[in-house]
């Protein structure tokens, strides 16, 4: 009965929704009432504030929840709500009309938000105050009142570290898909598998093709847990200090063909990494130029992490190496784009010839299975 009915919650994000909903709607309605008061007798906060509330800071990545979703949901709901209250004299078939053609035209404008059918009833429903404003009432208090909401939750979300317009991203800002969702599952795939559904989600089909796709690496990481970052790094790595002068780190890029070099300190222990897109900034020709003054946080892991763990960082399209390090943070190998590459061809030579060796019911070994995607067989 108390289980979370959205995936992905915590409480931490739950103790968020609620002060960002406490503050986004003290906001929206004391601006209100202190500045706008003298341009109608209508309420200066409407209720369906508070759904839309719920939607933008509980669940920021609904597309329900989105910019145009707020302020075009609440505010076509409301025109239609004072259109049909004005042809249809019975409040109750014309609070009915008014939520059946909101719905209709939020879907046709792309605006779809739940909180618009409320806004569409307060509308009709409202009271002598409301029916008095007529089309005024859409604009105020209904529109101004979803742009403050929506200008709170933007600051709100910002300053909270959550990514609000939700959109998926695109690393390296081209057409294309990003790399992770291009093999496996397409969102074509995800297309057709909505059309067996034949349900309507509360979530888009970028979100979705990304959530299987996530789905795919885990279960791909779960399957080949027995090969670890230990038995595929590099081992014999080029370094860096943070006193190195960047010219010779760029020097060390070019002669060895590393996109990135791991930066160490004294005792061996990964300060960084930099690479030649650290090094393409700033005036780093000067004698007084170190790498510690370019080099950005590295992307670390343990040695007995399975290396399939990595695939999703390795093609985020920001990440080219994986350093391996140990409890003290002393550098140990590296794992590259490269070295996973290999593994996932050896992975799946293993796999293809799997029925044709020795081995019960005429399948190879397991522990051969691992030996051929590491390359000892």
Partial sequence: MFRPILPGATLRDRMIACCGALLG????????????????????????????????????????????SIVGGNTLSAVVGVLVASIIPDPMLAGAAA??????TMSLTRCLHPPGGAAALTAVLGGPAVTEMGIKFAFFPVAVNSVLLLTAGLMFHRLSGHRYPHKAVNTHRTGDPPPQLRPGITQGDVDD??????????????????LLVNAEL???????????????????????????????????????GFRTLPVVDR???????????????????????RVAAVMVPATVEGPDTPVFRLLGRLSDGHTHDVV???QNRRLLGVVTQTDLLVVLARAALALAVQDGGPGKDGGLPRAYLRDVSVGRA
């Fill in 25 to 68: 709607i003290a906001a929206t309605g004391l601006l209100c009432r202190n500045m706008l008061t003298y341009m109608s007798s209508a309420p200066v906060l409407v209720a369906p504030m508070g759904a839309s509330a719920v939607l933008l800071f509980a669940v920021p990545a609904s597309p329900l929840a989105q910019p145009w």
């Fill in 324 to 326: 391996i390090v140990d």
């Fill in 99 to 104: 939520v059946a053609l909101a719905i209709a």
């Fill in 267 to 289: 005792e061996n222990a990964v300060a960084g990494i930099v690479g030649h897109e650290q090094l393409s900034h700033g005036d780093l020709g000067r004698n007084t130029a």
């Fill in 193 to 210: 598998a909505l059309r067996t559904l034949a349900e309507t989600l509360d979530v888009s089909r970028e979100d979705l093709g990304a």
């Fill in 218 to 256: 885990h279960a791909l990481e779960r399957l080949h847990a027995d090969i670890t970052c230990r038995d595929v790094m590099s081992r014999d790595v080029v370094t860096v200090t943070p006193d190195t002068h960047p010219q010779v780190a760029r020097a060390r890029l070019i002669e060895h």
